[in-house]
């Protein structure tokens, strides 16, 4: 397993042991931080509907999961961690929006 698909995996780990059937997908990449400091970017990637359904401490845990998941693989880049739906990443896709 390449060492971004075994980050993937405990991203979906953390993301799924708090939120569980609101999660569509988690997609993970390397990135840099407004420091140029190297990180990896996870998005979580949220059924449409399930917004209304995830309370503020939710989020918050399941960013702590996914930290400690990811940490947990020996990756030492810290992990920056969005929250988005499919309708949102549409919308960023679409130059004409």
């Not at 702590?64 to 998941?69: D, F, P, Q, W």
């Amino acid at each position: 397993m390449t060492a971004m698909m075994e980050i993937k995996a405990a991203a979906e780990l953390g993301a799924r042991s708090i939120l569980d059937g609101s999660v569509a997908d988690v997609q993970v990449a390397p990135d840099t931080d407004n420091d140029g400091d190297e990180v990896v970017r996870v998005t979580v990637i949220l059924h449409d509907d399930a917004l209304d359904l995830i309370n503020d401490l939710q989020f918050f845990d399941t960013l702590i999961a996914i930290k400690k998941t990811i940490r947990a693989t020996g990756e030492s880049r810290p992990a920056m961690v969005n929250y988005a739906t499919p309708s949102e990443l549409a919308d960023d896709a679409d130059p004409e929006s």
